[in-house]
C-alpha cells in the first residue's frame, strides 16, 4: 500500500471517509457497523476485528489520516482530485495494485501532467475526453472506472517504486 497527500485535502478526505463507512455498512451489515453520536463515531469491521471510536473531523483521534484509515480497509485505488485551472490535480491518494506509476510522484500534478507519459495519448484524444467526462461528475452520482492498464503477469505490485524488481521480467525488455 502506498498513500499520499497534500495538507489542504483534509475536508475531502473526512468526506470520503463517511462515504466509504456508510456505504460498507448500508451494504454489508453483517461485517461492518458504523454508529454515530453527534460527532462522536464508532467504526466496526469484523472482518479485521478492528473497533474504533473517533471524533468525526478530528484527526488527532484516528491512527492515520482519515482517508488512510478508511482506505486501508477498502479495496482498491482512491484519488482525491482538484478542479482547477480548466483540469484535474492529484491531491490525495492510496494505491494498493498500482500500475507503472507512483502516487507520491504524482502527487500534485495535473491530469495531463500524470498521463502525458502514456504513448500516443495525446494524438488519439482519449486524454481530453476522459478529462471532459471526469469534470462532468456530479455530486450524488457516483462512477466507478476499472483500471485500464492490461499486464500479463500474475505480479500484484508493478509500481514505479518496485520497477527494478519487475521490468526485467516484463514483455518487451528481452524476456520473452
Known amino acids: 500500500m502506498h498513500y499520499a497527500s497534500l495538507p489542504h485535502t483534509m475536508q475531502a478526505q473526512w468526506d470520503l471517509l463517511e462515504l466509504i463507512f456508510e456505504s460498507y455498512a448500508k451494504d454489508y451489515p453483517e461485517y461492518f457497523t458504523l454508529t454515530r453520536e453527534g ?3 464508532t467504526w466496526e469491521n469484523r472482518l479485521l476485528k478492528l473497533k474504533d471510536t473517533f471524533t468525526f473531523g478530528d484527526p488527532a483521534t484516528l491512527s492515520y489520516e482519515p482517508m488512510e484509515y478508511a482506505t486501508r480497509q477498502a479495496q482498491g485505488e482512491w484519488v482525491l482530485v482538484d478542479d482547477r485551472d480548466d483540469s484535474l490535480y492529484k491531491s490525495a491518494g492510496m494505491t494498493t495494485q498500482r500500475a ?3 502516487i507520491r510522484f504524482n ?3 495535473s491530469w ?3 498521463h502525458g507519459p502514456v504513448p500516443q495519448i495525446q494524438e488519439s484524444g ?3 475526453r476522459a478529462l471532459k467526462f471526469l469534470k462532468r461528475l456530479r455530486v450524488g452520482h457516483p462512477v466507478r472506472r476499472l483500471n485500464w492498464t492490461l499486464t500479463v503477469n500474475p505480479r500484484m505490485e ?3 517504486e518496485t ?3 519487475w521490468a526485467p521480467t516484463s514483455p518487451g525488455n528481452g524476456a520473452e
Open 163 to 165: 520497477l527494478p524488481e
Open 158 to 160: 508493478i509500481s514505479a
Open 39 to 41: 460527532s462522536r463515531w
Open 100 to 102: 507503472d506509476y507512483s
Open 107 to 109: 502527487l500534485g500534478m
Open 112 to 114: 495531463s501532467e500524470w
Open 126 to 128: 482519449l486524454l481530453d
